[in-house]
């Protein structure tokens, strides 16, 4: 007979409910609802069958304070579900009810904010404005509730309909030293940190265990349009940085500019690798075949100090000056570049060795595992880097000249135009590298000439005041 009371209250049918009393007037004291501590208002109260439940309530008033399986009284279910009027009829009855904590520990108070029942918020505090005050576990109130479950709405009610009580706890901190501040801007939520800054009272310095201050709380490079718009809100109400977050910053900016110049590194690192393999191939090359080409014809055995063997044998390009050059008849596959012209060629040869030992250089620092993280590594490796760029750009600049009859201006001028901008870059990284090695060297010799002085000053020194008073 009992499961027909519930299965009216689950079709909401007080008709039905009527009859049952009528049958059996007692029907309601016993009535269980599969065996568990539900009574029938429970089950209107959670559906939101507002006839029935009042109908229950007339009947048996007593049900308001029977608590669940759960411990939960019907107010807790009815201010989740945000029933307002079952709220006001319920607390009309038991106004303290609203303070009552169900199996979990919750009140009705902080399940409506932690569910944004606005309204029922409203009646909770008109029905006992104490309540406000109630703290949970974690220390915080429903004010931090709110905010904590973007419930926005919510916490404008209770800021307006709490005036006195809400000003009490207005700054209140949670276990975390959190004010409403901190967490709305946590939340990311514009709206709530725009309603709270403007609110009379809120302290817009106040930081929490980290001691941080609201604006710390925000990531210290907003990139989203919501983080920049709270940045802008919350400096415009006057909320500054805190001087730890401040050092935080700076800290956290060198960690990412690290990290930046190590992914850089890692990036080109490859592309270095292969430029400079291509160097050295060109440099060895150019080293080995020199413009104009080298005398394979010549031999020791078929020269003679006149030089009309040499003369005989040499290309065309040497002829016609044996007895200047009769000297090079005992070297075979000597270059025509060193034969005719013996000063450009030692340019040529020079320029051309400084680009290939450049070259190697760099495939040594990048293979042999030197930390390239280290600016002072990078520097050096750019300076180098750049000088085997510039002896090749010379190389090919004297073979140019000396390989063509009718010299290329154009040419030739761009590529002055090159080896200037590049010697001006290159003696900027010299300088800059030269200024850097200056520093780290004289810091260093700071930190030691310190450090013997401590190690100079006898013990005690410093203590006169305890031996005077001994």
Same mark, same amino acid.
Request: aromatic content about 6%; charged content about 20%; overall charge positive.
């Given at each position: 007979?009992?499961?027909?009371?519930?299965?009216a209250?689950?079709? $909401?049918?007080?008709? =039905?409910?009527?009859?049952?009393?009528?049958?059996?007037?007692? +029907?309601?004291?016993?009535?269980?609802?599969?065996?568990?501590?539900s009574?029938?208002?429970?089950?209107?109260?959670?559906?939101?069958?507002?006839?029935?439940?009042?109908?229950?309530?007339?009947?048996?008033?007593?049900?308001?304070?029977?608590? $669940?399986?759960?411990?939960?009284?019907?107010?807790?279910?009815?201010?989740?579900?945000?029933?307002?009027?079952?709220?006001?009829?319920?607390?009309?009855?038991?106004?303290?009810?609203?303070?009552?904590?169900?199996?979990?520990?919750?009140?009705?108070?902080?399940?409506?904010?932690?569910k944004?029942?606005?309204?029922?918020?409203?009646?909770?505090? =008109?029905?006992?404005?104490?309540?406000?005050?109630?703290?949970?576990?974690?220390?915080?109130?429903?004010?931090?509730l709110?905010?904590?479950?973007?419930?926005?709405?919510?916490?404008?009610?209770?800021?307006?309909?709490?005036?006195?009580?809400?000003?009490?706890?207005?700054?209140?901190?949670?276990?975390?030293?959190?004010?409403?501040?901190?967490?709305?801007?946590?939340?990311?939520?514009?709206?709530?940190?725009?309603?709270?800054?403007?609110?009379?009272?809120? $302290?817009?310095?106040?930081?929490?265990?980290?001691?941080?201050?609201a604006?710390?709380?925000?990531?210290?490079?907003?990139?989203?349009?919501?983080?920049?718009?709270?940045?802008?809100?919350?400096?415009?109400?006057?909320?500054?940085?805190?001087?730890?977050?401040?050092?935080?910053?700076?800290?956290?900016?060198?960690?990412?500019?690290?990290?930046?110049?190590?992914?850089?590194?890692?990036?080109?690192?490859?592309?270095?690798?292969i430029v400079?393999?291509? +160097?050295?191939?060109?440099?060895?090359?150019?080293?080995?075949?020199?413009?104009?080409?080298?005398?394979?014809?010549? $031999?020791?055995?078929?020269?003679?100090?006149?030089?009309?063997?040499?003369?005989?044998?040499?290309?065309?390009?040497?002829?016609?000056?044996?007895?200047?050059?009769?000297?090079?008849?005992?070297?075979?596959?000597?270059?025509?570049?060193d034969?005719?012209?013996?000063?450009?060629y030692?340019?040529?040869?020079?320029?051309?060795?400084?680009?290939?030992?450049?070259?190697?250089?760099?495939?040594?620092?990048?293979?042999?595992?030197?930390?390239?993280?280290?600016?002072?590594?990078?520097?050096?490796?750019?300076?180098?880097?750049?000088?085997?760029?510039?002896?090749?750009?010379?190389?090919?600049?004297?073979?140019?000249?000396?390989?063509?009859?009718?010299?290329?201006?154009?040419?030739?001028?761009?590529?002055?135009?090159?080896?200037i901008?590049?010697?001006?870059?290159?003696?900027?990284?010299?300088?800059?590298?030269?200024?850097?090695?200056?520093?780290?060297?004289?810091?260093?010799?700071?930190?030691?000439?310190?450090?013997?002085?401590?190690?100079?000053?006898?013990?005690?020194?410093?203590?006169?005041?305890?031996?005077?008073?001994?």
């Open positions: 007979m009992e499961e027909k009371v519930y299965e209250a689950l079709r $909401d049918d007080v008709a =039905s409910l009527v009859e049952l009393l009528g049958n059996d007037p007692s +029907i309601l004291d016993t009535a269980a609802y599969s065996g568990s501590t009574t029938p208002l429970h089950v209107a109260a959670s559906l939101g069958h507002l006839s029935f439940f009042c109908e229950i309530l007339r009947l048996k008033p007593d049900f308001a304070s029977v608590v $669940d399986r759960h411990g939960s009284l019907p107010l807790h279910i009815a201010c989740g579900r945000g029933h307002v009027e079952m709220v006001r009829k319920l607390l009309s009855l038991n106004p303290n009810g609203s303070l009552a904590p169900d199996g979990e520990g919750r009140t009705p108070f902080e399940i409506a904010a932690a944004g029942r606005a309204e029922v918020l409203c009646e909770l505090v =008109s029905a006992t404005p104490s309540g406000v005050r109630i703290v949970t576990q974690r220390g915080e109130t429903i004010l931090h709110c905010v904590k479950h973007n419930r926005l709405q919510a916490l404008n009610q209770l800021l307006d309909a709490g005036e006195d009580a809400v000003t009490e706890i207005i700054n209140f901190k949670d276990e975390d030293d959190n004010t409403l501040l901190h967490l709305a801007v946590a939340q990311k939520n514009a709206q709530m940190v725009k309603l709270l800054v403007r609110r009379k009272g809120v $302290d817009l310095k106040a930081t929490n265990l980290d001691g941080l201050t604006l710390d709380v925000l990531s210290y490079e907003p990139s989203t349009g919501i983080e920049k718009s709270i940045e802008k809100i919350l400096k415009k109400a006057g909320v500054k940085r805190s001087a730890k977050a401040k050092k935080q910053r700076k800290l956290l900016s060198r960690v990412k500019k690290r990290e930046k110049h190590e992914v850089w590194v890692m990036k080109t690192k490859g592309s270095l690798m400079a393999v291509l +160097i050295a191939t060109v440099t060895y090359q150019a080293g080995l075949s020199p413009p104009k080409g080298v005398l394979w014809q010549v $031999d020791a055995g078929i020269v003679n100090s006149t030089g009309s063997s040499f003369a005989a044998a040499a290309p065309s390009a040497v002829q016609g000056r044996p007895q200047r050059y009769s000297r090079w008849g005992s070297r075979a596959a000597a270059s025509v570049m034969v005719l012209d013996e000063w450009i030692t340019i040529f040869i020079g320029v051309n060795t400084v680009g290939f030992v450049s070259s190697l250089t760099i495939i040594l620092m990048l293979g042999s595992g030197f930390y390239l993280a280290r600016k002072l590594f990078v520097r050096v490796l750019i300076l180098v880097t750049w000088l085997a760029i510039i002896s090749m750009a010379l190389t090919y600049s004297i073979a140019l000249f000396y390989s063509t009859t009718h010299f290329p201006y154009s040419s030739f001028a761009s590529v002055g135009s090159l080896l901008i590049a010697g001006f870059l290159l003696l900027g990284h010299f300088i800059r590298l030269v200024l850097r090695l200056t520093w780290w060297l004289f810091r260093g010799m700071i930190r030691i000439l310190v450090g013997l002085g401590n190690l100079a000053r006898p013990r005690g020194a410093g203590d006169d005041r305890s031996n005077i008073a001994v």
